[in-house]
């Protein structure tokens, strides 16, 4: 039999079927290790599963193949011990226990139920030590040294746990459990999941907008893109079913509304559309008649996010194919599992200080996450995941590094780096240092792609152009970089035809930086005050007794939303101003959370290059023949605020649960009325020291100022 150390060598040499091997290898053992911890059967092979696809993605930094077993040991005992302190309830893990059994015979379920029911009762009476022996010795005979390598114990102690939990079991007890344990081992299709889900779409989920899904074609190709935090969280739960399966999501309540319409989704293309846009377009089907073809514009991750949620097939146009395929630092495609590591090295990877930065370039001067670094290395702005943990004194820092290694091998990569970090807020320094890098490195196009940028941004068309044309970079026309030449015809000549799909996306090459440039009238900082007011439709008095009577309480209609910025790092709320005006306060996430902006955007009416996610819903309803009719905001649970949208396609009428405030982002370009459930308008009233609701400008005035009422305190918290 082949060694783990030569199936390790060959899973990282591309030869993804050796994983396979080894899932077959050490899948009893990995399972069993679960169930002595968890003592669910169920909860065990998930456990499982995730720990040979973490295991997978993390291959390439074991330092001792030869000690896989192992490794694989400790990875499964920890996310065991994470799902034991998760503190899930008995109940819900016998509820999904018996949904997976759906297929069998209702006598054989309840049959098979009793029988690991006892099981648990036996394996319980256990320490965990002796659980453990006696769990891998019956599950698949496993020898002393075997069990003794794979948890790394001696075999004097694995014996004397064996022994004791024996003389503890009536010999029939034994041999019911080992049956049942046996019957449980995983079989063949645990292997086929575990490398079905190697191959298909992943998610890595990092910290705020630190996360990312990969998606692998059916020919082996590898595709990136990142994705906000939510999302991330609701692809995951569908794709590896964990986290809240039940939470509340907007592309989730879009899918609902289509599916209680009678509608499924058969089939999703993306195409390109103004950067970092994508059309969304959806092949959908009623309960009768023909397919028909929806489509609407979405941000990227919004976009692919929704695909994937659909269950559907995904079709993705070769020109965002190439855009987000994974490659390595050779130019050459990557393996599933070579992008996988390349992802979580890159996003994961975080430094303590600039010192470490400049050290890791040093060793390898291409490093990706080193130079991604520097891009959070410029002064007096903050980053909710900084790369640089403590950035003081960063600039001053490279500015030094550059200095020392003048004459050296390495003064080319740091002129050219200092100058990337200058070319973001200080073009007219940035020339200089870019100018020597090319001189050290002359056949560096990153740099001399960012050369080009700083000539045109410091006013030098003629040097800009003399580097376009000498170099003929790739995307010089696919970026805002040299916008003030796109009127030239000898620009034309060098780069093509200006793709205005990308006119608002700015590349610094040497940093790997792309950001979109927002368009005028949208907020320029965070640090300024400012507020947005609009009204919100009014609803007619039928509409209102309708919803009343079948919700069983008075509604309160809210008539105007405003979205008061207060002090930096202080709280931020929405103000409500509903019937009998009262001020109600809906607390806000961070202002660079997708749905603050969402909701400065569809208050304001700005016109951001990033369209809101509310718009390209609101689009794949009306194609679908869906209309909104109008939002309730009804209760907080969790801390999520719960609001009802209620939808209506013909003489049928349907809801659905939805974030409060995507449902505002909803309501308001659709011109349509919002009511609020008296007892939350309460509980979250903007109220004084005496206890009274405010006026609606005393609340403002509090609200900017983050000084809220006890409840909308807690509520926020």
């Not at 030569?6 to 399972?31: H, I, N, P, S």
């Not at 050290?359 to 900084?386: I, K, M």
């Not at 008061?564 to 929405?574: S, V």
Request: positive net charge; hydrophobic residues 40%; charged residues 30%.
């Amino acid at each position: 039999m082949e060694s783990d150390a030569a199936l390790v060598k060959r899973v990282l040499g591309r030869e993804e079927a050796a994983f396979g091997t080894l899932v077959e290898k050490y899948k009893d053992a990995v399972f069993g290790a679960a169930l002595a911890r968890t003592g669910h059967f169920h909860d065990a092979e998930e456990i499982a599963q995730e720990t040979f696809l973490t295991a997978f993605g993390s291959l390439g930094r074991l330092r001792h193949p030869e000690a896989l077993g192992s490794w694989l040991y400790r990875i499964a005992a920890n996310k065991a011990r994470s799902y034991v302190r998760a503190d899930r309830s008995r109940q819900l893990v016998q509820q999904r226990f018996s949904e997976t059994l759906g297929g069998d015979a209702a006598g054989q379920r309840y049959e098979r139920d009793q029988r690991r029911a006892l099981v648990r009762e036996v394996l319980q009476s256990l320490s965990h030590t002796h659980r453990q022996a006696a769990t891998l010795y019956y599950i698949n005979g496993y020898s002393l040294a075997d069990i003794s390598r794979f948890v790394s114990r001696p075999v004097g102690t694995v014996k004397r746990h064996l022994y004791n939990a024996r003389k503890r079991l009536r010999k029939e007890l034994l041999t019911m459990m080992s049956n049942e344990l046996k019957d449980s081992r995983p079989g063949r299709e645990f292997t086929d999941t575990v490398m079905r889900k190697v191959k298909q779409a992943r998610i890595y989920v990092g910290r705020g907008q630190n996360n990312c899904i990969q998606i692998t074609d059916a020919k082996g190709r590898v595709y990136e893109m990142p994705i906000g935090q939510r999302d991330a969280e609701a692809v995951r739960a569908r794709l590896e079913k964990v986290g809240r399966e039940d939470g509340i999501d907007l592309h989730k309540a879009i899918l609902g509304l289509l599916r209680e319409f009678g509608f499924s989704v058969a089939e999703v293309v993306l195409f390109p559309a103004t950067v970092p846009n994508v059309v969304l377009r959806l092949k959908v089907k009623g309960q009768s008649g023909p397919f028909r073809t929806v489509q609407a514009e979405y941000c990227s991750p919004d976009g692919l996010a929704l695909a994937i949620q659909t269950g559907a097939d995904v079709l993705v146009d070769s020109t965002l194919a190439k855009d987000w395929e994974v490659r390595g630092d050779d130019g050459k495609p990557l393996s599933p599992g070579e992008a996988w590591r390349s992802i979580a090295d890159r996003r994961g990877r975080r430094f303590k200080n600039i010192e470490e930065v400049i050290a890791e370039l040093e060793r390898n001067p291409d490093s990706s996450p080193a130079r991604e670094a520097l891009t959070h290395a410029r002064p007096n702005v903050t980053h909710d995941h900084p790369l640089i943990l403590h950035k003081e004194g960063a600039m001053q820092r490279l500015v030094r590094w550059a200095k020392a290694k003048k004459g050296t091998e390495f003064e080319g990569l740091a002129e050219g780096l200092l100058g990337a970090v200058y070319l973001q807020y200080k073009p007219d320094k940035a020339v200089a240092h870019l100018e020597r890098a090319q001189e050290c490195r002359p056949e560096d196009k990153a740099g001399a792609f960012d050369l080009a940028t700083a000539y045109c941004e410091t006013g030098d068309p003629e040097k800009a152009l003399g580097i376009l044309e000498r170099y003929k970079p790739d995307k010089a026309n696919a970026c805002n970089n040299f916008k003030k030449l796109w009127n030239d015809p000898r620009f034309v000549s060098i780069a093509g035809d200006v793709d205005h799909r990308y006119s608002n996306v700015h590349y610094i090459c040497q940093t790997g930086l792309g950001y979109v440039f927002r368009s005028e009238g949208s907020p320029a900082t965070k640090s300024k005050r400012f507020e947005f007011t609009r009204k919100i439709a009014a609803a007619g008095r039928e509409l209102a007794d309708r919803l009343a009577k079948s919700i069983g309480q008075g509604l309160l209609e809210v008539r105007s939303v405003t979205v008061p910025l207060g002090k930096e790092g202080g709280e931020q709320y929405a103000l409500l101003i509903c019937g009998r005006n009262l001020p109600v306060g809906i607390p806000l996430p961070a202002w660079f959370d997708a749905r603050h902006l969402e909701l400065v955007t569809t208050v304001a009416r700005f016109a951001y290059c990033v369209r809101a996610r509310s718009e390209g819903a609101l689009a794949l309803l009306s194609g679908s023949g869906i209309r909104i009719e109008t939002v309730v905001l009804r209760e907080i649970r969790g801390n999520n605020l719960v609001a009802d949208l209620i939808a209506a396609a013909g003489r049928r009428t349907e809801q659905v649960s939805v974030d409060g405030l995507d449902a505002i982002c909803l309501a308001l370009p659709a011109n349509k009325p919002v009511f609020i459930a008296p007892d939350l308008a309460d509980k979250l009233a903007v109220c004084g020291k005496t206890g009274k609701p405010l006026t609606p400008t005393a609340a403002l005035r509090t609200l900017r100022a983050a000084k809220t009422s006890r409840q909308s305190r807690r509520y926020a918290n």
